[in-house]
Nanobody, 122 residues
Framework: EVQLVESGGGLVQAGGSLRLSCAASGFTFDDYTIGWFRQVPGKDREWVSC????????YYADSVRGRFTISSDNAKNTVYLQMNSLKPEDTAVYYC???????????????WGQGTQVTVSS
């Protein structure tokens, strides 16, 4: 059974940092790309970043490039999203998801975690 469990969300002041984790199980980690999305109520789910586990290539949305860093610990089957210089507009529920492609839209992702709330106060 595929499981993706996010953790690390919370409340932080603008300019602060958080590190999200996505612990994965139930599939061959190296075969997938793992992505992070975020969603606020009433809006579509927004792609944030993804990493190809097999070759380590990383991709970022323009809105987070230079502030967020995605990485993986293959020994732990875990992907991280280090978020620095956080802004109030980063407030959202953050989800991790898996796909066998490099994709920036939700429909290409096969499995999703339950999400973790990130709130950035001004």
């Amino acid at each position: 059974e595929v499981q993706l469990v996010e953790s690390g969300g919370g409340l932080v002041q603008a300019g602060g940092s958080l590190r999200l984790s996505c612990a994965a199980s139930g599939f061959t980690f190296d075969d997938y790309t793992i992505g992070w999305f975020r969603q606020v109520p009433g809006k579509d789910r927004e792609w944030v970043s993804c990493i190809s586990i097999s070759n380590g290539l990383t991709y970022y949305a323009d809105s987070v490039r230079g502030r967020f860093t995605i990485s993986s610990d293959n020994a732990k089957n875990t992907v991280y999203l280090q978020m620095n210089s956080l802004k109030p507009e980063d407030t959202a529920v953050y989800y991790c998801a898996i796909t066998k492609q490099i994709a920036t839209t939700p429909e290409f992702y096969d499995y999703w975690g339950q999400g973790t709330q990130v709130t950035v106060s001004s």
